[in-house]
């Protein structure tokens, strides 16, 4: 699961949540994503895991692409 929690244009933190990568990315590529690109994220997680992310939602896709997201997978099947 991937969730976002980003701050809309008055502050409020919202989340958005993907029960994959791959629902992530499909999302992404079918331009079917109503959140801003320009809003900061504040938290990104993946299965649970909070990742070292500080900017913007544009740029989510872009950095997990460039993840090993393989050793969240890994750690889940433990």
């Known amino acids: 699961m991937i969730e976002i929690v980003y701050l809309d ?3 409020q933190e919202k989340t958005i949540t993907y029960d994959s ?3 992530f990315e ?9 959140v801003a ?4 994220v504040t938290h990104l997680r993946y299965k649970g895991h909070e990742l070292d992310y500080h ?3 544009g740029n ?5 692409s460039k993840q090993d997201l ?5 750690l889940e099947n433990r």
């Open 9 to 11: 244009d008055t502050k």
């Open 21 to 23: 990568y791959a629902d």
């Open 60 to 64: 989510v896709f872009f950095f997990l």
């Open 70 to 74: 393989n050793q969240y997978d890994e």
């Open 55 to 57: 900017d913007n939602f």
């Open 26 to 34: 499909r999302a992404q590529f079918a331009c079917l994503v109503a």
């Open 37 to 40: 690109d320009y809003y900061k």
